[in-house]
C-alpha cells in the first residue's frame, strides 16, 4: 500500500483528495495546508488528519502530491527528494530555472520517481492519438480562458501555454531553433495574453496562442502533417484525423475532390475517445511508476524542457517590450 500525503489543498488539491480516495493501493496519510479555513473545511469533509509541519507529513508517506502554488514547488519537492520520497508536483516544475535545474539534479542522485502534472497529456482527446503516426510538420495551437484570479501568480505562459509547450515538444523529436513572441499585460503584472512561434531544426513550425483574458474559452491543437490533417479539441474531448488514404476496417467519411493531380479520396474519421478521467489517469500513472519501477510518462526533464522554452518565450516577450 502506497502511503501518499497531499501538500495544497486549495481548488486542484481538492480535486487531487476526490481522485486519490478513489485509487487502489494508496492510503491518504494525511494533508499539509497552512491556510486554517482551507485545513478546516478539508478535514471536515474527508475527515483527514492535517499535518502543520511538511516535515513530519514528509516523515510518514513513500510520495508526496505537492499541489501548492508555484513559489512553493521548489522547496516541498527538494524536502521530499532529500528524504527519499516520490514526488507528484503540478506543472510548472518550479518557479525558476535555477530551482528546475537543482531539483533535476536532486532527481538524478536519488531513486525516487518525480512525476509533473501536465495534464493534458492524458486528456481522452489526446489518448485518441495514440495509435496515429504522428510526425507534425505545421501546428497551430489556441488556448483560451476567461479570467480567474486563481493561477496569476504566474504568466499565461506557465498558467495555460505550457501546457501546450510540453505536449508540442512530446511530439516533435527536434530540437528548438528559433522562438519568436509577442506578450501583453493587461489585469495582471505579467503577459495574459500571448502569441508564439517556435521553429524546430526539423523544419516544424508551431504557432500558438494563449489568453486567460477570453470571452469564450478554446483548447484547440491542429497538427499538420505530409498525409493527414489532425485535430484534436482538449475542451470538448473530440479528435478528427482527415487523410487522402483511410486504414482497413477504419470507420470514415469519405468523399472526392479534384487535383491538379486527378481526383484524390479524402476520408474523415473520428478516432475513439476513451472515457477517462485524466487527473485519476495522471495519479494512477504516478502511483505505477513507482510500484513498477518504471519511468513516469511526464519525468522532471519533460518538466524541465516545457519551463526551459516557457522562459525563453518570456525572455523574448520582455525584450519586445524593452526595445517598443
Same mark, same amino acid.
Given at each position: 500500500?502506497?502511503? !501518499?500525503?497531499?501538500?495544497?489543498?486549495?481548488?486542484?488539491?481538492?480535486?487531487?483528495?476526490?481522485?486519490?480516495?478513489?485509487?487502489?493501493?494508496?492510503?491518504?496519510?494525511?494533508f499539509y495546508d497552512p491556510n486554517d479555513e482551507i485545513a478546516s473545511e478539508v478535514m471536515a469533509k474527508y475527515q483527514l488528519k492535517r499535518f502543520t509541519d511538511p516535515a513530519e507529513l514528509i516523515a510518514q508517506?513513500?510520495?508526496?502530491? !505537492?499541489v501548492a502554488p508555484t513559489n512553493f514547488h521548489f522547496e516541498l519537492c527538494q524536502l521530499a527528494i532529500r528524504n527519499g520520497k516520490h514526488v507528484f508536483v503540478e506543472k510548472p516544475l518550479a518557479n525558476t530555472?535555477? $530551482?528546475? %535545474?537543482?531539483?533535476?539534479?536532486?532527481?538524478?542522485?536519488?531513486?525516487?520517481?518525480?512525476?509533473?502534472?501536465?495534464? $493534458?497529456?492524458?486528456?481522452?482527446?489526446?489518448?485518441?492519438t495514440k495509435s496515429l503516426k504522428l510526425n507534425p510538420m505545421f501546428m497551430e495551437v489556441h488556448r483560451l480562458a476567461q479570467f480567474n484570479p486563481r493561477g496569476t501568480e504566474v504568466s499565461v505562459i506557465l498558467?495555460?501555454?505550457?501546457?501546450?509547450?510540453?505536449?508540442?515538444?512530446?511530439?516533435?523529436?527536434?530540437?528548438?531553433?528559433?522562438?519568436?513572441?509577442?506578450?501583453?499585460?493587461?489585469?495582471?503584472?505579467?503577459?495574459?495574453?500571448?502569441?508564439?512561434?517556435?521553429?524546430?531544426?526539423?523544419?516544424?513550425?508551431?504557432?500558438?496562442?494563449?489568453? %486567460?483574458?477570453?470571452?469564450?474559452?478554446?483548447?484547440?491543437?491542429?497538427?499538420?502533417?505530409?498525409?493527414?490533417?489532425?485535430?484534436?479539441?482538449?475542451?470538448?474531448?473530440? @479528435?478528427?484525423?482527415? %487523410?487522402?488514404?483511410?486504414?482497413?476496417? $477504419?470507420?470514415?467519411?469519405?468523399? /472526392?475532390? /479534384? @487535383?491538379?493531380?486527378?481526383?484524390?479520396?479524402?476520408?474523415?474519421?473520428?478516432?475513439?475517445?476513451?472515457?477517462?478521467?485524466?487527473?485519476?489517469?495522471?495519479?494512477?500513472?504516478?502511483?505505477?511508476?513507482?510500484?513498477?519501477?518504471?519511468?513516469?510518462?511526464?519525468?522532471?526533464?519533460?518538466?524541465?524542457?516545457?519551463?526551459?522554452?516557457?522562459?525563453?518565450?518570456?525572455?523574448?516577450? %520582455?525584450?519586445?517590450?524593452?526595445?517598443?
Open positions: 500500500m502506497l502511503k !501518499i500525503g497531499v501538500f495544497g489543498t486549495g481548488h486542484l488539491g481538492k480535486f487531487h483528495l476526490n481522485n486519490w480516495k478513489e485509487i487502489k493501493n494508496v492510503e491518504l496519510v494525511g508517506i513513500d510520495a508526496a502530491d !505537492i530555472m535555477e $530551482e528546475a %535545474r537543482e531539483l533535476v539534479k536532486l532527481v538524478k542522485e536519488s531513486n525516487i520517481k518525480l512525476q509533473v502534472g501536465h495534464v $493534458e497529456r492524458f486528456n481522452p482527446a489526446f489518448l485518441a498558467d495555460l501555454m505550457i501546457h501546450d509547450i510540453d505536449i508540442i515538444l512530446s511530439l516533435v523529436k527536434s530540437e528548438v531553433k528559433n522562438i519568436s513572441a509577442s506578450g501583453v499585460s493587461v489585469l495582471t503584472d505579467t503577459p495574459d495574453i500571448a502569441n508564439v512561434r517556435i521553429e524546430f531544426n526539423n523544419g516544424c513550425v508551431a504557432n500558438l496562442t494563449s489568453s %486567460r483574458i477570453s470571452m469564450k474559452k478554446m483548447r484547440k491543437m491542429r497538427l499538420f502533417q505530409k498525409d493527414a490533417y489532425v485535430g484534436i479539441d482538449f475542451l470538448n474531448k473530440k @479528435t478528427e484525423v482527415i %487523410r487522402l488514404k483511410a486504414d482497413k476496417d $477504419e470507420n470514415v467519411f469519405e468523399f /472526392d475532390i /479534384d @487535383t491538379p493531380k486527378g481526383k484524390k479520396t479524402i476520408a474523415v474519421a473520428n478516432p475513439m475517445v476513451p472515457e477517462v478521467n485524466a487527473i485519476k489517469l495522471e495519479l494512477e500513472e504516478f502511483r505505477d511508476a513507482i510500484l513498477n519501477n518504471t519511468v513516469p510518462v511526464v519525468s522532471e526533464v519533460d518538466g524541465f524542457r516545457a519551463m526551459e522554452v516557457a522562459h525563453q518565450i518570456l525572455q523574448k516577450i %520582455r525584450n519586445n517590450t524593452i526595445n517598443t
